[in-house]
């Protein structure tokens, strides 16, 4: 009799459970669709944009399960405390990055992380790019839109750490804000990765999804500080040239006297001059052209 009730039980509980577990996942999808129809433009933005590009990619903002749904609602309510940034007109979130992400609670590195953009229009576009982190070597693939990077992270197999790298994909959801103000607790660890104080960067969640793994996590990406060119340095170098020319004004054939020509020439030297300042990632990445205002002349 112990033994049927023990067996009866859990069959009986089973099925309850997993309908439990169902409508609490489809509870809180309709919640974070409904969010991103009322969180505003960008978030609404972004979640067309996955439509954009889901037939080429099949990678979209809102194909999350229920664990990936709550990963990205918590990144959402972090962020909430920043300044929501968009895209200028004509501008791309391309660039060479570095970056950091958690996971076994540990902090690793992202030492580059090549980013190419194609616009779409003047605020949406597709992305691609490569780089390497201390799992193994990937290529990116997939979209932008306002404040929005919407990327699958694919690892090159045999790569690495072969532990890690299962040649699998990641899928990483970002939004564009002020690092350090979305996350002060962690301002100690991306000020020992290199990041700046007034860094602007990519705050999300990544989302690994295989057979005998699942995850989710936290990470940031961010330009890293490039040096600029923010006026000129003009030397001018005067030369004196003399020079002595012996004349016969009797014509005696003797020399009367000695003719001094005295001339000079100006040459001048133009050097830039470059100073160390942070990225936007909604910016041109090449430095701008600074006025030739000079900065110094120095004469010699």
């Known amino acids: 009799m112990i033994i049927a009730l023990a067996v009866a039980i ?4 089973l099925p309850a459970y997993r309908r439990w577990r169902e409508r609490g996942r489809l509870r809180l999808e309709r919640e974070f669709k409904q969010q991103l129809k009322t969180g505003g433009a960008a978030d609404a933005a972004m979640a067309a944009a996955g439509e954009d590009v889901a037939d080429s990619h099949d990678v979209r903002w809102n194909k999350l399960d229920a664990k990936g749904y709550y990963a990205v609602q918590k990144a959402d309510l972090t962020i909430s405390r920043t300044v929501r940034l968009g895209v200028p007109v ?4 391309a660039g060479n990055y570095v970056g950091v992400y958690w996971q076994y609670g540990t902090c690793h590195p992202v030492p580059a992380k090549n980013l190419v953009c194609t616009a779409k229009d003047g605020v949406c576009g597709y992305a691609a790019g490569y780089g390497t982190d201390d799992v193994g070597s990937f290529k990116t693939y997939g979209s932008y839109k306002n404040a929005k990077l919407m990327l699958a992270k694919k690892y090159t ?6 532990k890690e790298n299962l040649g699998h994909t990641v899928q990483l959801r970002l939004t564009c804000c002020q690092l350090m103000v979305a996350l002060p607790r962690r301002a100690a660890e991306l000020r020992m990765w290199g990041a700046p104080a007034d860094v ?9 999804r295989l057979p005998h793994y699942k995850g989710d996590g936290e990470m940031c990406l961010w330009l890293p500080p490039a040096p600029v060119v923010i006026g000129y340095k003009i030397t001018r170098m005067v030369t004196t040239n003399v020079s002595q020319l012996a004349v016969d004004q009797d014509g005696d054939g003797v020399a009367d006297m000695v003719q001094t020509t ?10 830039q001059v470059y100073d ?19 900065m110094g002349t120095q004469i010699v």
């Open 157 to 162: 197999p045999g790569t690495g750490d072969p």
């Open 90 to 93: 004509g501008q791309t979130p």
């Open 10 to 13: 859990p069959c009986l509980c």
């Open 276 to 294: 160390v300042r942070s990225q936007v990632p909604f910016a041109p990445k090449e430095p701008p052209i600074a006025t030739a205002v000079p």
């Open 262 to 271: 005295t001339t000079q020439s100006v040459s001048e030297v133009t050097e």
């Open 200 to 208: 602007i960067g990519f705050y999300g969640t990544w989302h690994i």
